[in-house]
Structures are given as structure tokens and as C-alpha cells.
């Protein structure tokens, strides 16, 4: 029972040490767990500040990036606005600049105007005081008739024979004034013979010389394949055709018509190489600012190149050698100028082999005369460019490039400004005369061709029967064309000969005009 006691007791104090022990391996066990937890505690905290430091790093640098980024792209957004304010400032200049020259333009229009009007107001005055002559020798006339009724009317009172001896009188007066006539008409002759024999070595000048004339006008014009293609010459907001106009000089004309476009300067050199510079453009198709830039430069290197070709092979058809290079120039751009419708180089050419024959048939220096005749406009196409007639430009350039004194005489008397000096200045003037007053050679002004085509319409259409009318060839030739059913085959004839005699009687105009009626009748069935 003692040993049983003492084995429980032990038992019970081995289970109390084992609990005991538990209670203080577990606290230990405890212990060791909450120091870990604290060093990881510790080590997650110097890990989350590393961090967040390393982020507030990263911000800052981000932050100033952005902010260095955010600077220059303003620098950037201002310098581009500064540049489109400037491109846009000068925009503004070249329109404004433009608005000047036409403003220009229209003070000159106006002031031809005036300038028309008051010619016109003193035609009207002359026209007027004309009337009054006219009325006055009306009158005189009238009073001269009512004295030969009387005179008739007494010569009725007497007898046969003596109203023939009045008659026979009267035929002998008139003979011996047709008589005297004719023999002064003899003896002036002989004072003609000089004339004649000059305007028969002028003649002769003349057959031997069949040069063409043109007439240039200020614009031209450039055919396009399609309507399209106006657009793109226009442009986005029209820069492509303020680009081609600033570039040339000209101004590019683009309206209702098909196909076409119109390029219009006073400048006909300027005006040539926009025509040439627009159509490599359109056969290119890239048309944009900077490909027009470099068009109109190789177009204009292209004119300047056929200026100086045009200048050598016109002095080598004359026959004449030896010029200065800058009159080779001036005379090569006497192709694009014209006077009164003439072509000045056609012009100059012509006067040059007129004054060469007829200086070749008096024993005259021929070189020097075709020289002083090639020579005596080449002012006209300076005479936009410098102030003074083309005269006085003609003689400073001549007498620059040292020409002979006596062809810088030519140049300065064809319009006897001056005295000849020698006989090829007057050979010259008389040359350029020929050649300026040969049928053909000038165009007659724009203003009475419109106004004879009008009153030729206008006189044909007047008649009974006339359904159309037409003026064709510059208004030499009119074709009515008739209504059958109002018209015959009679009343044709005597139309057209109507219309012919009016014309005559009421139009003033060069040569004969020709006067075609037409009557057609068709039948017109259908064979089922």
C-alpha cells in the first residue's frame, strides 16, 4: 500500500515536472517566435524605407523630367507660332502689296478713260463744227443751183441759135480748161521724174520682202488636258497660284472657260516664261510651292537662253556681225514686244533688208544700213524699264557699246529728232516708214474691229427673212443664212446685193468685204 502511494506520487510529480517543463519550453518557444517576428518586423520596415525612398527618388527625378519635358515643348509650341504669325504677317504684306499694284492698275485704267473721254469730247466738237461747214456749203450750194436755174431760165428765152452759141461757148471754155490742165500735168512731169524713180527703187524693195507679222496682246493662253486640273493649279487655299504668281510677276487667270487658263502680263518676256513655266507644270502634275519655285527658275534660265538665240540668229539672217553681247540681248527680247500690233523684231528685220537694198541700188554702205536698221527700236524694249522715249534709250545703249556714231545717228533721226547726218539715216527712216505703213502690218485698233463686226451683223439681220448671221475671216466675209419659206431664189441675189450696197454706204473698213446668202431647203422622210 506505502510502495502504491509512493509510485502515485512520483507519477503525479513526473506529470507536474512534464507540465511544468511544457509551460516553459512553450513561453520560451514564444519568446523566440515574438524576437523573430520583431527582427522581421524590423528588417520589413528598413525594406519598406529603402522603398520608399527609392520612390521618393524616382518622383523627383520623373518630376523634373516632366517639368524639363513641359518647358521645351512650350519653347517649341511658341516658336511655332511665332513662325506661322510670321509666314502670316508676310502673307498679309505680299496681299497688301498686291491690292496696291492693282489699285495702280485701276488709276492707270481710269486715267485712260479720261483720257478717251476727252478725246471724244473733242472729236464731238470737231464733228460739230464739220456740221456746221457742211451746213454753211449746203446753203452755198443751194444758192449757186437757184443762180443757174436762173441763168437757165433766161438762156430757155432765146432763140435756137443763140442757146447754141451759149452751148458752144461753154464747150470751148470747158475744153480750154481740161486743156490747160493736161498741159500742166506735162510740164510737171519732168519734176516727177526724181519721185518716181525713188518709189520705184522703194517698189522693187518691197516685192523682194514678204516677212510675217504678229500681233501680240498681253495675255496667253495654257491649255490644260481636264478641268480638273484648274483645281490643283488653285490649290489648297490658293497657295499654289499665289506661289506661281509671286514667283512669275503675272497674274493667272482661271474662269468658266474649258480646258484653258489665261496668264496675263504687260511684261511679255515675264509673260513667256510663266506660259512655259505652267505648262511643265501641268505636264508634270506635281504642282505644290517649292516644285513651282524650281519650274519658274528652270523656265526662266530656258527664256533668257532663247533670248540670246533669238539675238544671234537675227543679226546672222540680216547679215550683220560684230555686236556687243547686251545688244545681242536687247535684240533677242524685241521677239515677245510688239508696236501697234507689229512685232518688233519681224519689224526691225524687215526695215534692215529695205535698207539694205535700197542702199545696195544708190552705192550705199549696206552694212552700215542694216546695222543702223536693226538698231533703231532696240530702245522699245527698255522703255518700261528706264525713264525716257525709246529714242533717247535706243541712242545711250548704242552709243554704250560702242556702235558707229552714224548708226547711232540712224537711231536717233528716224523720227527726225534730229538732223541725218548721212544718207543711210535717211535710207532708214524711209525703210522704217515702208515697213510700218504696209497693209497688214498693224492690226487696226481692237475697239473698230468689234465695232465693224457689230455694224455688219447689225445691217444683215435688218432685212426681212434673215434667221442668222454670221462675220467670218476678221470681217472680210458675211454669211446670211435665210428662212426658205420667206426668201426665193430671186430675192437672194437682190438680198445680197442690198447688203453689200449698205455696207458700202454706212461702215468704213480696209479691202472688200464679201457678202454670202445662203438658202437651204431639205425634205426629210424615213424608209420603214
Not at 472657260?257 to 511679255?268: A, K, L, M, Q, Y
Request: proline content about 2%; some cysteine; aromatic content about 4%.
Amino acid at each position: 500500500m506505502g510502495e502504491l502511494s509512493l509510485a502515485a506520487l512520483t507519477g503525479a510529480l513526473g506529470m507536474v515536472a512534464a507540465v511544468i517543463a511544457f509551460v516553459f519550453g512553450r513561453r520560451s518557444g514564444r519568446q523566440a517566435e515574438i524576437g523573430e517576428q520583431q527582427r522581421a518586423k524590423a528588417t520589413a520596415e528598413d525594406t519598406a524605407g529603402r522603398i520608399l525612398d527609392e520612390a521618393r527618388r524616382e518622383a523627383d527625378t520623373l518630376r523634373k523630367g516632366a517639368i524639363v519635358s513641359g518647358k521645351e515643348e512650350v519653347l517649341q509650341l511658341r516658336e511655332t507660332h511665332e513662325q506661322e504669325f510670321r509666314q502670316r504677317r508676310v502673307d498679309v504684306e505680299r496681299e497688301e502689296k498686291r491690292i496696291l499694284e492693282r489699285e495702280s492698275q485701276v488709276d492707270r485704267v481710269r486715267e485712260g478713260l479720261e483720257g478717251r473721254e476727252l478725246e471724244v469730247q473733242r472729236r464731238g466738237k470737231e464733228l460739230t463744227q464739220r456740221e456746221d461747214a457742211a451746213t454753211a456749203r449746203s446753203l452755198e450750194l443751194d444758192t449757186l443751183f437757184a443762180d443757174e436755174r436762173r441763168r437757165l431760165e433766161q438762156i430757155a428765152g432765146l432763140s435756137a441759135d443763140q442757146a447754141k452759141a451759149e452751148l458752144v461757148r461753154r464747150l470751148e471754155d470747158e475744153a480750154l480748161a481740161d486743156a490747160a490742165s493736161r498741159l500742166r500735168e506735162i510740164r510737171e512731169s519732168a519734176k516727177r521724174n526724181a519721185d518716181r524713180e525713188a518709189r520705184k527703187i522703194v517698189a522693187l524693195a518691197v516685192q523682194r520682202v514678204a516677212a510675217e507679222t504678229t500681233a501680240e496682246t498681253t495675255v496667253s493662253a495654257v491649255a490644260l488636258p481636264n478641268d480638273e486640273m484648274k483645281g490643283r493649279i488653285i490649290g489648297r487655299e490658293g497657295r499654289n497660284i499665289r506661289a506661281f504668281e509671286l514667283a512669275t510677276g503675272v497674274d493667272v487667270i482661271i474662269d468658266d472657260t474649258p480646258d484653258t487658263v489665261v496668264v496675263s502680263c504687260f511684261d511679255p518676256v515675264r509673260r513667256e516664261t510663266a506660259r512655259l513655266a505652267l505648262e511643265k507644270l501641268v505636264s508634270d502634275g506635281r504642282i505644290h510651292p517649292g516644285r513651282i519655285e524650281e519650274v519658274v527658275a528652270k523656265a526662266r534660265r530656258e527664256v533668257e537662253v532663247a533670248i540670246v538665240e533669238t539675238g544671234e540668229q537675227a543679226a546672222y539672217e540680216v547679215g550683220i556681225t560684230g555686236l556687243h553681247p547686251e545688244l545681242i540681248k536687247l535684240i533677242g527680247r524685241m521677239k515677245w514686244r510688239t508696236s501697234y500690233g507689229q512685232n518688233i523684231l519681224a519689224h526691225s528685220k524687215e526695215v534692215a533688208w529695205l535698207a539694205g537694198m535700197m542702199a545696195a541700188e544708190l552705192g550705199l554702205d549696206v552694212a552700215l544700213a542694216k546695222r543702223g536698221a536693226l538698231l533703231h527700236d532696240i530702245g522699245k524694249v527698255l522703255t518700261h524699264e528706264h525713264e525716257g522715249t525709246h529714242v533717247q534709250l535706243g541712242v545711250e545703249m548704242a552709243t554704250k557699246y560702242g556702235e558707229n556714231p552714224l548708226v547711232v545717228n540712224c537711231i536717233a533721226a528716224h523720227h527726225d529728232d534730229v538732223p541725218h547726218e548721212s544718207e543711210v539715216s535717211v535710207l532708214v527712216q524711209a525703210a522704217d516708214g515702208i515697213s510700218g505703213s504696209r497693209p497688214g502690218a498693224r492690226r487696226e485698233a481692237f475697239e473698230t474691229y468689234v465695232k465693224r463686226l457689230e455694224g455688219l451683223e447689225r445691217i444683215a439681220s435688218s432685212y426681212r427673212g434673215v434667221e442668222r448671221v454670221f462675220a467670218i475671216q476678221a470681217g472680210r466675209e458675211v454669211r446670211v443664212v435665210v428662212t426658205p419659206e420667206q426668201v426665193d431664189d430671186l430675192r437672194m441675189a437682190a438680198l445680197s446685193e442690198e447688203i453689200a450696197r449698205r455696207i458700202e454706204s454706212e461702215l468704213q473698213y480696209p479691202g472688200q468685204i464679201k457678202v454670202v446668202v445662203i438658202r437651204e431647203s431639205r425634205a426629210v422622210d424615213f424608209a420603214r
